[in-house]
């Protein structure tokens, strides 16, 4: 009766995979928080919180039962200039009200607007994800105590330039370990019973810490990127002067952490309902990653948003219900406050592998195979999404490849208007069908055709079954159209406009003069 009961609030179906699959996430969650509080310029600790709070909060208020959040590299990007500037308590402060923006967002039900996003670029941004996660876990295989001379450039693909390798010994262990972290990844859940009893990725975790603190192996581990040890978090208002000066300096900063934030989530969102064959709530998702950063901006955290490597090691590892998030935060706080000498044990290898491992099962490798048999203009759009992703960041690819994919659209439409030879009423009269969409994009086009030169009746009747007349443009170009006829001593009629299109035109006879018959 219970197991129905937590079922149907989508907190667990299958309660042991849940829990398993969120502590081997919490695990994950360690070192990502720590990068990103470092990318972020703030505390480790203030990652690691906003972990736990977006964590838990998204898991129990979001749209989306199995999807992990916590502190991304995304928005840690553009924290970094705000916390150089004018320091860590403004960052609370634009949280703060990127969580507002978020919550309005969820409550004006704009999320479903990530339904429009292009299966093109929905490709690109899961290639160009799964090379970012690559590129970042190549960090892994750095001294943690090197700096660069420059950090003017954040992109993913910088870290493969600035230096700072591990010594050559270390560097091949990291390398050995890793490989074999992703080796029993890959054969466990081929051995019969133990691989759908335990998640292969905590298995490949406890195996590989019982061997390097059993040989005494020389690698990373989690305590040589920072201590995860600390207390709980503590309720503060952010220290900032409460004026418009202030209000004006992290309105721009929590626009774009707020745009981000739901792109990511959302594009996330939409991958792991394809995954699962289930649906999410994109406005419910809004919803909880507004209030769980606004959270974070009151305890002292960073905020964040869904996080598609953590998402995929989650579901690849049987995780389904909330249940599997709510573990996974609870898990990182019990972490923080009673496990991190265990927890700083574990070799840095280990959480690599199991990303190695995630790397390879998001790329869509198929896209590689359909990029010469797709139209060129979606083989663009996959590898430009995938290119700027890589280079930028999420939400610019995402804006560019919408951009492209409309426009590209938008030009198909426009040269597919077309107008054909109809019945002969009379000598004086006859039918034209107008086939296509009439918008902006194909007014010209539809102008050139229309010409009253180009007809010899005197009545000309423009069948519009076949069509669809969508937009301002349109309603000018028919109403100057209509005029120009008048002009010639001629008569133009709009015969059986579509309901969408009547609408439209309907509308605007009042002002313009457009002979409709209904």
């Avoid at 389904?320 to 290898?349: D, Q, T, Y």
Wanted: glycine content about 8%; aromatic content about 10%; hydrophobic content about 50%.
């Amino acid at each position: 009766m219970l197991l129905k009961i937590l079922a149907k609030f989508q907190l667990t179906n299958n309660p042991r995979l849940d829990f398993l699959s969120g502590l081997t996430v919490a695990l994950a969650l360690v070192p990502e928080a720590i990068a990103f509080s470092f990318v972020a310029g703030v505390e480790p600790l203030v990652g690691l919180y906003a972990a736990f709070f977006v964590g838990i909060i998204t898991s129990i208020f979001g749209g989306r039962s199995g999807m992990i959040s916590g502190a991304t590299g995304a928005m840690a990007v553009v924290m970094v200039a705000l916390v150089a500037i004018y320091g860590v308590q403004y960052l609370f402060a634009a949280i703060i009200l990127t969580g507002i923006i978020q919550i309005m967002i969820g409550v004006a039900r704009l999320g479903k607007f990530i339904h429009i996003v292009p299966s093109s670029v929905m490709i690109g941004f899961v290639n160009g994800l799964a090379i970012v996660i690559f590129l970042s876990q190549i960090g892994q295989f750095k001294d943690p105590n090197f700096s660069p001379h420059s950090d003017s450039n954040h992109s993913a693909i910088n870290v493969l330039f600035n230096g700072g390798w591990l010594e050559t010994n270390q560097l091949f262990i990291m390398i050995a370990l890793t490989i074999f972290t992703m080796g029993i990844i890959f054969f466990v859940p081929k051995i019969p019973k133990v691989g759908k009893l335990v998640p292969s990725p905590l298995i490949s975790i406890l195996i590989l810490s019982v061997l390097v603190i059993t040989l005494k192996i020389d690698t990373l581990t989690v305590g040589d990127l920072a201590s995860v040890s600390g207390g709980l978090p503590e309720f503060s208002i952010p220290s900032v002067p409460f004026n418009f000066e202030t209000f004006y300096i992290v309105l721009p900063f929590s626009l774009t952490l707020a745009g981000i934030g739901l792109i990511e989530s959302l594009l996330t969102l939409t991958l792991i309902d394809e995954i699962t064959e289930t649906k999410g709530r994109p406005n419910k998702e809004c919803f909880g990653q507004g209030l769980s950063n606004m959270t974070c901006g009151f305890f002292g955290a960073m905020g964040g948003c869904a996080m598609i490597g953590q998402s995929m090691i989650n579901i690849s590892s049987g995780g389904r219900g909330r249940l599997s998030g709510i573990v996974a935060a609870i898990s990182l706080l019990c972490f923080i406050l009673f496990f991190s000498r265990w927890i700083e044990m574990i070799p840095i290898a280990a959480l690599t592998g199991i990303m190695m491992m995630v790397v390879i099962g998001t790329f869509a490798w198929a896209s590689l195979k359909i990029l010469s048999k797709v139209p060129k203009e979606d083989a663009i759009v996959i590898i430009l999404v995938t290119s700027v992703t890589v280079w930028q960041d999420l939400a610019i690819a995402v804006i560019v490849g919408v951009i492209f994919s409309a426009l590209s659209y938008a030009w198909k439409s426009s040269t597919s208007i077309n107008i054909e030879d109809g019945e002969i009423i009379s000598k004086d009269e006859r039918v034209y069908i107008l086939k296509g969409s009439l918008f902006f994009g194909s007014i010209n086009k539809f102008k050139a055709f229309m010409h009253p030169s180009n007809f010899d009746e005197k009545i000309v009747n423009l069948d519009c079954s076949e069509s669809w007349i969508w937009d301002q443009s349109s309603i000018e170009v028919l109403d100057n159209i209509t005029n120009k006829f008048k002009k010639n001593n001629k008569i133009l009629n709009i015969l059986n406009l579509g309901p969408t299109s009547h609408k439209v035109l309907k509308k605007s006879t009042k002002v313009f003069d457009i002979n409709i018959i209904d």
